[in-house]
């Protein structure tokens, strides 16, 4: 990131753009409303500040990537699909405009993503957003767990402001993703990790464990060789303390209702007790298994946008896109993922912390492409990994004189 002075309407546009991401991706807004926190409508706050960068990106002289914008086709043939095909009616949410509505937001937010990052204040969004979402996430995952609010929506477990510990996870790996690829300081990474790994344990999520343990693994490797001795100290310290953290939680957890629920009891000797019989899970093989029979049953266009969040649930992107816009979601979506991962191969590398939880989730998760943080996140890839841009400029046309009577 240049050292370079940041005018007024620079840091009206950085501040804008990181309350906008970090809100909207963490939950925060939503939830701090309904708990009768926060005054304004989520709904009015986003489309409020969208509004306002879309005013100030144009101060900004953005030089868009063509690689990043074509992220945005996924989330846009899902509105349309929704919105005008309406081949699906959703109704797990009370009403379908809830549906298209939520698809709407996530586009938007999507957009302002690709073109914030288009400006020279580009990554310190990105990086900020990484960090404030990180501290968000973990903080509201801690104060739930000391009982002091209730966001989840399943019992037993604490998710934070997201309602869902899967989600939880998701974020907090892709923004540890973007900080690691954006921040050059080791021992800032290391902190990130430290306040990440606590709401990870948290979640109890097996397949957010997975991909957590490989992020940290590849930080590891990838920066023993010039930091070597200030691993093997943060492992000297961090091994003891962390175990006796996990002795704590565990023995928290099962004293209190975790104990007793026999899903949560499963996971916690599956993640902590080395249980590896216990690491996969019966319901969720069921469910990719009728998932995918019901792609056999229209291979060509899908179900339509919804299908795969209300009445399948595959837990896996490559089935649920599938399922929600035909073949051409996975034909897209594999598309926009070996490009990116083609690209950081022949760059050597570069944003690999990206490309790893973008490929590990997807065969975890089935709503990611619903995520705003998720593009948030390729974009910030797409922009570090292509070299190709191009900007809009309004000219004035020139004065031509005129012809005598």
Known sequence: MSAQRITFTGWMLIGAAVLLFSGQMSAMFSSLYEQGVFPIKPRDLTLGLVG????LLWMHRPAFSPLALSLLII???????????KRFTHEALGDHSYLVFGLTLVLLVSLMAVLCMATEHGKRIALWTAVAVIFIDTGSLIYESMGYAKYTSIPGRVSGFLRQPNDAIIVMCLMLGVAFTLNRRFWGNVMLIAVAAIGVVLTLSRSGMLVFAALVAVFVLLNFREHAGKILLVSAISIPLAAAGLAWFIHTATAASFGTDANIKNRIEAIFGGSTDKMASDERMKDLHDGWEAVTDSPLFGHGTGCASSMWQPHNQW?????DIGVIGPVLYG??????????LAKKGQAIYIIV???MFSLFSQNLVEMAVYWFTASVAAYELSTVRFRLALSRSANLTPVPA
């Open 319 to 323: 089935v649920a896109i599938w399922l």
């Open 75 to 85: 989330p846009t043939l899902r509105v349309i699909d929704c919105s005008v095909l």
């Open 335 to 344: 598309i926009t993922l070996i490009t990116l991962t083609a690209l950081s």
């Open 52 to 55: 306002l960068l879309g005013m």
């Open 357 to 359: 939880p973008l490929w």
